[in-house]
């Protein structure tokens, strides 16, 4: 399967990680930093739950995306760069432990002091839209863009970094909206969430519309004996 990232960052992140596996220890396998992608979730559930006693523990939280940044972008060009590649497992591995945590690090946000936990699992549910319709396409085409319109992983990762740091410096007061508690952290997650699914749908149609066109019944195939000598 061709695996194709055009993520704004990509570029940057591609030589950080290429630098970086140079320098993982031997005794520190894929599946290590598999595990400690997870871990690093964990750690960004507790710093959002612990926002309830001080809002320092936002560090924390941004520190856990760090670390689940680390273990789930180094596995596998760990996994490539030492040429222990198991396509399989490894795809199987990765897609389905990012379930777990990004639903780690959503149910921490809406465990915190500034984002409800309606409004996180909105998101949560519009960024796994969008990962569906990735891994379907894969099995379609054979090629698994990890980032769409120039979105992927690590984006949202810097994204919510830049959330946290902004809440600490400046705070995240509640105001009403339609009778509705809100902060201007939950607008903006809602904004996202709508992003999600119009790119979902957008993307839906658009690559459904391509298939319909290629597979349209009744349409003859090129004939690839053009020109070939006729068969006795």
Known sequence: MIRI???????VERKTLAWLVRRVPASIGPDHLTAFG?????VTLLGYALTAFSPAFLWLASLGLVFHWFGDSLDGSLARFRKIERPKFGYFLDQTIDVIGNLLICIGMGLSAYVRMDVALLALAGYHALSIYALVKACVSGE?????????PTEMRLLIILMNTTIFFFGAPEFAVFGVALTWCDITIILMAI???????SLLASYASELAREERPG???PDMGRGAAPQP
């Open 219 to 221: 349409r003859k195939e």
């Open 195 to 201: 992003g999600f699914f119009t790119l979902f749908v």
């Open 144 to 152: 698994f863009n990890v980032s769409l319109a120039g979105w992927g």
């Open 38 to 42: 997870i871990f690093g979730a964990a």
């Open 5 to 11: 990232n055009n993520s704004l960052v990509g570029a």
